[in-house]
């Protein structure tokens, strides 16, 4: 397949905008540095989302969020004029694959929630043409992939389709996509040489496989990950307990020694994607993913130990409680399925204030500036181990720093 690579000036065509692509989703976390990576590649690309404000900030060439490396690719690509921003399925370009990079949750009883899915795809149809190629890259449950093809055809739909799931690791996914090889699949030879063709113009290297397969793929690296967090937050747990100093143990466990290299350190494992991909892969195993349900046990269950231990030790009714960071990890603005706030709503349960900051976190208003909660702290948290904390002056303040990242802080755990 031949994407042109000079098309510079986006017009309308029968008042559809005509691109080379569309990414559904476009403007969201997995969607803008795909979106970039696909107009670096000289594409015009249609970036469709329902977020109107997050599109507008786009088109003013700004990040709605932190994603690193981005800035200098958004303004090259508005400058090449390679990005058309719109905001309706109507909009959807008839030519070129369609890309689905929505959010995939799980509902209150950890299910997927295949529903939204289909009901995005429901709104495209009617706007695509038959020969579309429809990429789902959202991470989905295993079997979606199969279900959307013979769905289609009950329609009496043509459409080819694929899954090429999402792994850069958020916040850098402008450099992962340049070195990362790309999954892809498809349901038929066509649909998968399609999605070759596409994906070939980004990535640097691609591994074919089946949808199912790409679709356990996809789950089974995020919950390998989340299982090694558990195992180490564990050791970290049972060696605390034990009133041995954890860090020194890892030191000992990984200093040349090969099989230890990629152990992880112990730390809150959050965010929108490892808890709840691992959920959708134990709704799968019905509910029989006895090493998975146990991960979710440890890394949820870390918070909440955490403040066991405190309260152990201290009179925490007494106290106002300082959390250093509320972002889901370090050196990002997103709080979603942050640990930082069930640390929060636990200990405002039993503490006597709890006050919170986060230098890149802009959509919480209780949160103060890092001076006034170190100081008005009789006790901190570290919770997200932004670069900025690492040699600030904690004013001799108590603090627990289960990630072992504080230099000259007085750590009591
Ligand atoms: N965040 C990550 O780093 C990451 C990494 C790998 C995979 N994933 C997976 O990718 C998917 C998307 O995650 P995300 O973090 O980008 O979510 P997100 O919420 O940041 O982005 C989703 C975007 O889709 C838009 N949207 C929702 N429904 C729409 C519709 N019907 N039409 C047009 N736009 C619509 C939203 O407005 C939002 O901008 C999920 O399945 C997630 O598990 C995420």
Redesign the pocket.
């Known amino acids: 397949m031949n994407y042109p690579s000079t098309k510079t000036i986006p017009a309308l065509e029968s008042g559809k905008p005509l691109a080379d692509l569309s990414i ?8 803008i540095p795909l979106m970039l990576a696909f107009a670096e590649a000289g594409m015009t690309v249609n970036v ?4 109107e404000a ?1 599109l507008s900030l786009l088109r003013s060439g700004k990040l709605p969020f932190i994603e690193h490396g981005a800035a200098p690719v958004l303004t090259r690509a508005l400058a090449n004029k390679r990005l058309i921003f719109t ?1 309706s ?1 109507y909009a959807i370009t008839r030519t070129g694959p369609v890309i689905v ?4 949750p799980v509902d209150e009883f950890l299910n997927p929630v295949q529903a ?1 899915v289909q ?2 795809i429901d ?1 495209l149809l009617p706007h695509m043409s038959d020969d579309q190629l429809l990429v789902l ?4 449950y295993p079997g979606t992939t199969d279900w959307l093809d013979s769905y289609l055809k009950r329609l009496g739909r043509k459409n080819k389709v694929a899954f090429c ?7 850098y ?1 402008i450099r992962e996509l340049r070195e990362m090889p790309q999954i892809i699949s498809g349901t038929t030879p066509e649909a998968e040489q399609e999605a070759v063709a596409l994906f070939r113009r980004i990535a640097p290297e691609l591994v074919v496989v089946k949808p199912l397969e790409a679709e356990f793929a ?1 789950l089974f690296n995020n919950t390998y990950r989340y299982i090694e967090f558990a195992a180490t937050n564990q050791f970290y747990m049972i060696a605390k307990s034990a009133g041995a100093d954890y860090r020194a143990i890892m030191k000992a466990m990984k200093h040349n020694y090969p099989r230890a290299k990629t152990f992880p350190g112990p730390g809150f494992s959050a ?3 490892l808890l ?2 691992t959920m959708q892969l134990a709704a799968y195993a019905r509910n029989q993913f006895g090493l998975g349900h146990a991960a979710m046990q440890v890394n949820e269950g870390l918070v909440l130990q955490l403040v066991e231990d405190l309260r152990r030790t201290y009179d925490v009714s007494t106290m106002t409680v300082g959390l250093l960071g509320m972002a889901f990890k370090a050196e990002i603005d997103d709080t ?1 399925a942050s640990l930082s706030y069930k640390l929060k709503r636990v200990l405002q349960t039993c503490a006597k204030d709890v006050l919170t900051t986060d230098p890149f976190v802009t959509t919480d208003p209780s949160l103060l500036p890092f001076d006034q909660v170190v100081a008005r702290s009789d006790i901190l948290i570290l919770c997200a181990p932004h670069s900025t904390y690492a040699d600030s002056d904690l004013k001799g303040k108590p603090v627990v720093d289960v990630w072992g990242f504080l230099k000259n802080a007085n750590v009591i755990s």
Request: charged share 20%; with cysteine.
């Open positions: 559904v989703g476009g403007a969201g976390h997995v969607g469709n989302d329902l977020n997050a905001s399925p990079t929505i959010g995939t939204a009901k995005c709104n890259r959202s991470t989905v799931p999402e792994r850069v690791v958020q916040g996914g996809k965010g929108p994607c709840k991909d979603r």
